[in-house]
């Protein structure tokens, strides 16, 4: 009904850098905020960035001034545009829209996508 589809993901070396994508598609009226988390092995998964329907932007202290955050309303799309990346930023990216109202009124929440693995190696 409501599914979030990530791409982007892939090998880069460090300093490079890497452009990730979100596509909501399905009976979609709005959607208000939509945000990347991230998950690496062990880890607890962790905010990345959140951008609100208004476009804020909120990003995690780990990568201010590195990553920002986009989206085109039009395309029911969200970008994480990844700079400088480091090692550490190895992790399965995961993109998430708390709150999703259909065309037929159906409030959708906590929806997320499958996932996109981002491998930051020399």
């Known amino acids: 009904q409501v599914q979030l589809v990530e791409s982007g993901g892939g090998l880069v070396q460090p300093g490079g850098s890497l452009r990730l994508s979100c596509a909501a598609s399905?009976?979609?009226?709005?959607?208000?905020?939509m945000g990347w988390y991230r998950q690496a092995p062990g880890q607890q998964r962790e905010q990345v960035a959140v951008?609100?329907?208004?476009?804020?932007?909120n990003y995690g202290d780990s990568v201010k001034g590195r990553f920002t955050i986009s989206r085109d309303n039009a395309k029911n799309t969200v970008y994480l545009q990844m700079n400088s990346l480091k090692p550490e930023d190895t992790a399965v990216y995961y993109c998430?829209?708390?709150?999703?109202?259909?065309?037929?009124?159906?409030?959708?929440?906590?929806?997320w996508g499958q996932g996109t693995l981002v491998t930051v190696s020399s």
């Open positions: 399905g009976s979609i009226s709005s959607i208000n905020a």
């Open positions: 998430n829209a708390p709150s999703v109202v259909g065309t037929m009124g159906r409030r959708y929440f906590g929806v």
């Open positions: 951008i609100g329907s208004g476009g804020s932007t």
